[in-house]
């Protein structure tokens, strides 16, 4: 059998233009696929390609401040109403009809969004490393679902979410730390899941007080690409993408957490999923994993119809067993009949 390709397209709005890769038939079901930070579309190489063989119609946008898609200046335009639109705009170019939703890191976050606000785009999401929270992925949100037998609150109040108030608060440095040296910034972020670190702190605990994520240095250290992760041209492209953009744009997306809270109010049904949602949980993940925690409660208490499932694996699951992450979706879209 022939491997699918995958073919770059650019929509744009008077709004916004948006860089996509699509693959598979044009008249086949919609599935989307949306990655996180730091990231571009081509992350999801591995699911496209088996997807598309599988009859359906493939869409990996790079979201608005990544890739090649528009990167505004100001913060206030990476709010998740901002890029609930991108999407909405670009799903009626393909054709609106109902889509599966796959995300990854705050792409689940942007699907889950989108599910909740625009409920007739999505007959099914699956989040993936990050779990769906009705209230906004915020820290007000994430914060008071810290595992504090981990994290006692006087040495670590925001627990491992240390990383996201530092974007709030040294915004500038932690931006200037990463373009220092774009590809060892990447190579030191994307590394496979130590099951050794499960219970342990997270150096993302530590940010603020160590002065950065590469503390007094200011600069990655030098680090090779893990190859069990990107194939090297895909991550050759990946550090092309943060070395033209750096990563100002894709980083403010930290920094809404009001809007995005008032965003997430405005939500029918307080936010609740009427949708099947799968959830697919990195066993390894010492930021967002849900197991032993209770960081999966408000998904939990929103859905309707959720079917959770982990693999050993961490953050960057989708890249580290891309097998076993295409066989659950593929085993969940058959029993829910999508």
Request: proline share 8%; glycine share 8%; net charge negative.
């Amino acid at each position: 059998m022939t491997t699918p390709t995958l073919v770059s397209r650019t929509f744009g709005t008077a709004r916004q233009t948006t860089h996509y890769l699509e693959s598979g038939p044009a008249d086949g079901p919609l599935m989307f696929f949306l990655h996180g930070w730091p990231s571009i579309g081509l992350i999801w190489r591995a699911q496209m390609e088996a997807f598309a063989a599988d009859g359906w119609h493939c869409v990996a946008p790079d979201l608005r401040g990544f890739g090649n898609s528009s990167a505004p200046a100001s913060h206030d335009a990476y709010t998740m109403e901002q890029v609930v639109v991108d999407l909405a705009e670009l799903h009626d170019h393909l054709g609106g009809e109902p889509a599966i939703w796959v995300g990854h890191d705050w792409g689940s976050i942007v699907a889950g969004a989108l599910a909740a606000h625009e409920p007739q785009r999505s007959r099914g999401v699956v989040l993936t490393s990050w779990a769906y929270f009705p209230a906004s992925n915020s820290l007000a949100t994430l914060v008071p679902l810290v595992d504090r037998t981990i994290y006692p609150a006087d040495r670590y109040p925001d627990g491992q979410w240390d990383y996201y108030r530092y974007y709030t608060t040294h915004f500038e440095t932690a931006v200037a730390d990463l373009d220092a040296a774009p590809a060892a910034a990447l190579a030191s972020i994307y590394r496979s899941g130590d099951p050794s670190a499960v219970g342990q702190v997270s150096p993302m605990a530590e940010v603020a007080r160590n002065g950065g994520r590469f503390g007094a240095a200011h600069h990655p250290p030098a680090t090779q690409p893990d190859p069990a992760l990107w194939p090297p041209a895909d991550f050759d492209t990946l550090v092309e993408a943060f070395t033209a953009r750096g990563f100002g744009p894709s980083s403010a997306w930290y920094t809404n957490d009001d809007a995005n809270i008032a965003y997430a109010r405005t939500a029918p049904d307080g936010g609740r999923l009427t949708q099947p949602v799968l959830f697919i949980n990195g066993e390894w993940d010492v930021i967002c994993t849900t197991t032993g925690n209770r960081q999966g409660d408000p998904m939990r208490a929103a859905c309707a119809d959720l079917v959770e499932t982990s693999v050993p694996a961490g953050h960057w699951l989708p890249l580290e067993r891309p097998a076993d992450h295409i066989q659950a979706i593929r085993t969940w879209l058959s029993n829910r009949s999508l």
